[in-house]
C-alpha cells in the first residue's frame, strides 16, 4: 500500500524548464481568477439586484476561488519556479485554504445547481418557501463548516515529510519540506469522493433541468433565473436553447472534475506520474477560474450591472437601488403581443 507521500503533488520532480512553465501558468491563471470572482463579488454586493439567493451561492464560490486563485497560486509559482518551500507552518496554513477553497467551491456547484433545479422544476411557492434569506444563509454556512470539518483529521494528524530537491540544470540541492494537503490519502480520498459527489447532483439537476425546458410549453429563463408562467405562445425546439446551455455548464464542470478525480483515485493505490498527476491538476485548476464566467456571461443582470460600472452609471447612482423582481411578479410584466416574433423581441 503506497503510503502518504506517493501523490507526486511536489515540483522537485519536475526540471526548471517546466517549473518555469508550470508557474506561468500559475501567475496567469492568478490573475484572471482573482479578477474575474473580484468582479462578480463587487457587482452582487453594488447592485440590489443581483442579491438574490441564486447570486448568494455564486458569491460563496467566488471567495472559495479566490482562496485558491489569489491566495495559493501566487505562492505555488513562487515555489514552483524556484524549487524552494516555505517555512513549515505557513506551508501549511497555506496547503489547508486551498482544501478548504476546493472543497467549498465544489458544494456551490451543488448549491447552485439545486438552486435552479428547484426554481424550474417547482413551483413557485416552494421555491420561496424553501429560499428564505435564513435557509440560504444556512446553507452556505453549512458548505463551509463541512469543509472545515472535512480538513481538520488532516490538520491533526498529517505528517510532514522533509525532503531535498535536486535542481536538474545546476545540480545544486534546495532544502526544503514538501507539504501538500493532497499527499495525504486521507486528504486525497476526501476530495475524490466530494467529487463524484458534485457530479451526481449536478448531472441530475442539469439533466432534469434540460428535460423540463425541452418538454414543457412554458417560457423558462434559467439566465435570468424567471419563471414566467401562461405565455399566449408555444415556443419551436429552437427557442429552446436554454437548455443546452446548463449542459454546457454540467459538460465543463466534468470536463474540469473528472481528469483528478481518476487521478486522486488511482492514487490511493498506486504511484501517480509527474506528468499525469500535473496535466489533471491544471485541467482542475481552471475551474476556479471560470466559474464567474461560467455563472453569469448568459444572465442578463450581470450584463447590464457590468456595461454600467463600465459606462460609470453607478459613480452617477443611476443603477443603484434597483429592488430585484420576485417569481410572484415576473409573470405580469410581459406584454401580451399578437406576433411570436415581436413576442421574442420584447424578451431578448
Same mark, same amino acid.
Given at each position: 500500500?503506497?503510503?502518504?507521500?506517493?501523490?507526486?503533488?511536489?515540483?522537485?520532480?519536475?526540471?526548471? /524548464?517546466?517549473?518555469?512553465?508550470?508557474?506561468?501558468?500559475?501567475?496567469?491563471?492568478?490573475?484572471?481568477?482573482?479578477?474575474?470572482?473580484?468582479?462578480?463579488?463587487?457587482?452582487?454586493?453594488?447592485?440590489?439586484? %443581483?442579491?438574490?439567493?441564486?447570486?448568494?451561492?455564486?458569491?460563496?464560490?467566488?471567495?472559495?476561488?479566490?482562496?485558491?486563485?489569489?491566495?495559493?497560486?501566487?505562492?505555488?509559482?513562487?515555489?514552483?519556479?524556484?524549487?524552494?518551500?516555505?517555512?513549515?507552518?505557513?506551508?501549511?496554513?497555506?496547503?489547508?485554504?486551498?482544501?478548504?477553497?476546493?472543497?467549498?467551491? %465544489?458544494?456551490?456547484?451543488?448549491?447552485?445547481?439545486?438552486?435552479?433545479?428547484?426554481?424550474?422544476?417547482?413551483?413557485?411557492?416552494?421555491?420561496?418557501? %424553501?429560499?428564505?434569506?435564513?435557509?440560504?444563509?444556512?446553507?452556505?454556512?453549512?458548505?463551509?463548516?463541512?469543509?472545515?470539518?472535512?480538513?481538520?483529521?488532516?490538520?491533526?494528524?498529517?505528517?510532514?515529510?522533509?525532503?531535498? +530537491? #535536486?535542481?536538474?540544470?545546476?545540480?545544486?540541492?534546495?532544502?526544503?519540506?514538501?507539504?501538500?494537503? %493532497?499527499?495525504?490519502?486521507?486528504?486525497? /480520498?476526501?476530495?475524490?469522493?466530494?467529487?463524484?459527489?458534485?457530479?451526481?447532483?449536478?448531472?441530475? +439537476?442539469?439533466?432534469?433541468?434540460?428535460?423540463?425546458?425541452?418538454?414543457?410549453?412554458?417560457?423558462?429563463?434559467?439566465?435570468?433565473?424567471?419563471?414566467?408562467?401562461?405565455?399566449?405562445?408555444?415556443?419551436?425546439?429552437?427557442?429552446?436553447?436554454?437548455?443546452?446551455?446548463?449542459?454546457?455548464?454540467?459538460?465543463?464542470?466534468?470536463?474540469?472534475?473528472?481528469?483528478?478525480?481518476?487521478?486522486?483515485?488511482? /492514487?490511493?493505490?498506486?504511484?501517480?506520474?509527474?506528468?499525469?498527476?500535473?496535466?489533471?491538476?491544471?485541467?482542475? +485548476?481552471?475551474?476556479?477560474?471560470?466559474?464567474?464566467?461560467?455563472?453569469?456571461?448568459?444572465?442578463?443582470?450581470?450584463?447590464?450591472?457590468? #456595461?454600467?460600472?463600465?459606462?460609470?452609471?453607478?459613480?452617477? /447612482?443611476?443603477?443603484?437601488?434597483?429592488?430585484?423582481?420576485?417569481?410572484?411578479?415576473?409573470?405580469?410584466?410581459?406584454?401580451?403581443?399578437?406576433?411570436?416574433?415581436?413576442?421574442?423581441?420584447?424578451?431578448?
Amino acid at each position: 500500500m503506497p503510503n502518504d507521500t506517493d501523490v507526486p503533488l511536489s515540483a522537485c520532480a519536475l526540471g526548471r /524548464g517546466s517549473r518555469i512553465s508550470l508557474a506561468t501558468v500559475y501567475s496567469f491563471m492568478c490573475v484572471v481568477g482573482s479578477v474575474l470572482n473580484l468582479l462578480v463579488i463587487y457587482l452582487v454586493v453594488t447592485f440590489k439586484k %443581483l442579491r438574490t439567493a441564486s447570486n448568494a451561492f455564486i458569491v460563496s464560490g467566488c471567495v472559495a476561488d479566490l482562496l485558491v486563485c489569489a491566495f495559493w497560486m501566487p505562492h505555488e509559482a513562487v515555489a514552483t519556479s524556484t524549487g524552494t518551500f516555505l517555512v513549515i507552518g505557513y506551508q501549511a496554513f497555506k496547503e489547508a485554504l486551498l482544501f478548504l477553497g476546493i472543497t467549498v467551491s %465544489l458544494l456551490s456547484h451543488s448549491l447552485i445547481a439545486v438552486n435552479r433545479y428547484v426554481l424550474i422544476t417547482k413551483t413557485p411557492a416552494v421555491y420561496q418557501s %424553501l429560499y428564505q434569506k435564513r435557509n440560504t444563509e444556512w446553507m452556505i454556512a453549512g458548505s463551509w463548516l463541512i469543509s472545515l470539518g472535512s480538513l481538520f483529521p488532516w490538520i491533526t494528524s498529517f505528517r510532514y515529510p522533509p525532503e531535498r +530537491c #535536486r535542481d536538474a540544470a545546476d545540480a545544486s540541492f534546495v532544502k526544503g519540506t514538501s507539504v501538500s494537503v %493532497l499527499s495525504s490519502r486521507f486528504a486525497a /480520498g476526501t476530495l475524490a469522493f466530494t467529487i463524484i459527489g458534485q457530479t451526481l447532483v449536478v448531472v441530475y +439537476c442539469y439533466f432534469k433541468i434540460f428535460r423540463r425546458v425541452q418538454t414543457s410549453v412554458k417560457r423558462v429563463s434559467i439566465l435570468n433565473f424567471q419563471i414566467v408562467n401562461n405565455l399566449p405562445y408555444s415556443f419551436p425546439r429552437k427557442d429552446k436553447r436554454l437548455g443546452f446551455y446548463v449542459l454546457a455548464v454540467c459538460f465543463i464542470f466534468i470536463l474540469t472534475t473528472e481528469p483528478i478525480f481518476w487521478v486522486l483515485v488511482a /492514487g490511493l493505490f498506486a504511484p501517480v506520474s509527474v506528468v499525469l498527476w500535473t496535466s489533471a491538476w491544471i485541467v482542475f +485548476c481552471t475551474i476556479f477560474v471560470s466559474n464567474p464566467f461560467l455563472y453569469t456571461w448568459k444572465n442578463e443582470e450581470f450584463r447590464k450591472s457590468f #456595461r454600467s460600472v463600465m459606462r460609470g452609471d453607478f459613480l452617477r /447612482g443611476s443603477t443603484v437601488g434597483v429592488e430585484p423582481i420576485t417569481i410572484n411578479t415576473i409573470s405580469h410584466i410581459f406584454p401580451r403581443q399578437n406576433s411570436r416574433r415581436a413576442f421574442l423581441g420584447e424578451m431578448n
